[in-house]
C-alpha cells in the first residue's frame, strides 16, 4: 500500500485529493482488497499473489471533483476472480453505452444488473452513482441495480458517476467499525469500475477516460 501511495502523491501536487478528511475519511484514496466493497482505507497490507484491489481516486481542481476507479488483478488471481473482474469492467462499458439525453437514470440499474446476473454475480445494493462537479457528491443517486426508484432523466450537461460493484457471491454487505470500510457479508469478493460521465447532446463524453 506504500507503494501505492508514493505513487499517488506527486500526480496530486496541484490538486487535492477530494476524499481526505471527507466527513472524517482518513487517507487520499480509496484501496478496497477481495472481499472489500469500497472505502478500503490503505494501510500496511501487503498484497497477496490472487488478490484483486481496487483504487479509487477522487481529485478536486480548478473548483471541480473528479472521480475514477479500477479493479486490478495481482499476479496468479483464479478464474472466478479474473471473470469478476471482467464482468465488473463490462457493467459499466454497457452502462456507459446507454448514456445519452432522454434516458432515465433508474434504467442503469437494468442493464448492469442483466449483464452481472448471467454471470452468476450479483450487484452490490448500498452505493451507488452519483451527480458530480463543484460539489463532490449531488443528485442524481444511480442506482446499479434493477428495479430501483431513482428519479430523474438525462439531459446534455449532466455530470455524473457510474460505478458498479460486482459481488462474486449475494449482495449484502457490512461496515467496519471505522465507519467506512464495507465488505461483503459472505466474505467473497468484489470489483469495481468507475468514470465520470458528461452527457452531450448525442451521447457521452467519460471524463475520466
Known amino acids: 500500500m506504500k507503494s501505492i501511495k508514493l505513487f499517488i502523491k506527486p500526480l496530486l501536487r496541484e490538486t487535492h485529493p477530494s476524499p481526505l478528511n471527507y466527513k472524517g475519511y482518513p487517507k487520499s484514496v480509496c484501496t478496497s482488497v477481495n472481499e472489500v466493497v469500497c472505502h478500503g482505507i490503505p ?12 483504487i479509487d481516486v477522487s481529485v478536486y481542481f480548478n473548483g471541480y471533483h473528479g472521480d475514477v476507479n479500477e479493479t486490478y488483478l ?4 483464479d478464474e472466478t476472480g479474473r471473470r469478476l473482474v471482467q464482468t465488473t469492467r463490462e457493467c459499466l462499458e454497457k452502462a456507459i453505452q446507454m448514456v445519452k439525453p432522454g434516458v432515465l437514470y433508474r434504467d442503469i440499474g437494468n442493464i448492469i444488473s442483466k449483464h452481472a446476473h448471467a454471470n452468476g454475480f450479483s450487484v452490490s445494493r448500498s452505493y451507488c452513482g452519483h451527480g458530480i462537479g463543484q460539489l463532490f457528491h449531488s443528485p442524481p443517486n444511480i442506482p446499479h441495480y434493477a428495479k ?9 450537461g449532466h455530470v455524473f458517476t457510474i460505478e458498479p ?7 449484502r454487505d457490512e461496515l467496519w467499525p471505522d465507519d467506512w470500510t464495507c465488505v461483503t457479508s459472505d466474505g467473497k469478493r468484489s470489483a469495481q469500475f468507475e468514470h465520470t460521465l ?3 447532446d448525442v451521447g457521452c463524453e467519460i471524463l475520466t477516460a
Request: charge should be negative.
Open 74 to 77: 495481482i499476479g496468479n488471481v
Open 148 to 156: 430501483n426508484k431513482a428519479v430523474g432523466v438525462m439531459k446534455p
Open 165 to 171: 460493484m460486482i459481488n462474486e457471491g449475494n449482495y
Open 198 to 200: 458528461l452527457v452531450t
Open 43 to 54: 494501510d500496511q497490507t501487503v498484497l497477496q499473489d490472487g488478490d484483486i484491489i481496487n
